[in-house]
């Protein structure tokens, strides 16, 4: 298991155990378990956010993990990348690269794999402390997180389910609990996507990296 104690957080977000590809495949095989149903994708997000509107890149969808995770080192040096928590199928259309609609949000989430925190630091003080501090509260919680994932300016932190689950508004409300007894932030809907391990947080004038803090496939 790849995992950082409190006191060892700034050590291992200044050298990470492993490389971005293999931070990225092994954050994505934990989330996503179990085999992918008739027409459901993996989606991947590429996004600009350090202008105002955040200039929209590729979004792609995959069949596999290895793809999913490959395009995101792949877009890294250029775009914040993200991928979607939730399993993608159109409505419609067999295949969702043949989908009509623009918007693709919730109505578009066939399961969900997973519950999840979003924690941003709110302070500009040492990140590194705070970081230390927030990966303690987290790994305090019962169940704590299985995975946790440094933002670039927080954490986002997983449980896994056993194997992807329909009932989307019981995942949305685990959501709400979290957000409300850990302190996150609105971050609970179906169709949100994430940032990956392996990539940078490219919001501020500095590029800060997404590295994978726990997991236990490692």
């Known amino acids: 298991m790849v995992t950082a104690p ?12 492993l490389g971005p590809r293999e931070q990225a495949r092994q954050h994505l095989l934990t989330i996503f378990r179990g ?26 969808y995959f069949r596999s993990l290895t ?21 993608r ?6 295949d969702i690269n043949a ?17 999840w925190g979003d924690f941003d630091l709110h302070s500009d003080g040492d990140r590194e402390h705070g ?18 994932v440094a933002s670039g300016t927080g954490i986002h932190a997983y449980w896994p389910l056993v194997e ?6 019981r995942v949305e409300a685990v959501n709400r609990s979290v ?13 949100r996507v994430l940032r990956v391990a392996g990539t940078f947080n490219r919001k501020y004038r500095e590029p800060l990296p997404v590295q994978l803090l726990r997991c236990p496939h490692v």
Do not use: M
């Open 6 to 17: 409190a006191a060892h957080i700034p050590r291992l977000l200044g050298d990470s155990k």
């Open 99 to 115: 989908c009509p609609h623009r918007e693709r949000g919730r109505d578009h989430i066939s399961r969900l794999p997973a519950a």
């Open 179 to 191: 957000k409300r007894l850990l302190g996150g932030d609105n971050a609970v809907d179906a169709a």
């Open 67 to 87: 793809e999913l995770s490959d395009a995101a080192i792949r877009y890294r040096e250029q775009w914040d990348v993200f991928f979607g928590v939730g399993l």
């Open 35 to 60: 085999e992918l149903q008739s027409g459901e994708h993996y989606e991947l997000r590429c996004l600009d956010l350090s202008v105002r509107p955040a200039t929209k890149g590729p979004r792609l």
């Open 89 to 94: 199928r159109c409505p419609v259309a067999k």
């Open 164 to 169: 992807p689950t329909p009932d989307l508004e």
């Open 131 to 148: 970081l230390e501090t927030l990966v303690g509260k987290l790994l305090s919680g019962s169940p704590p997180p299985t995975v946790l």
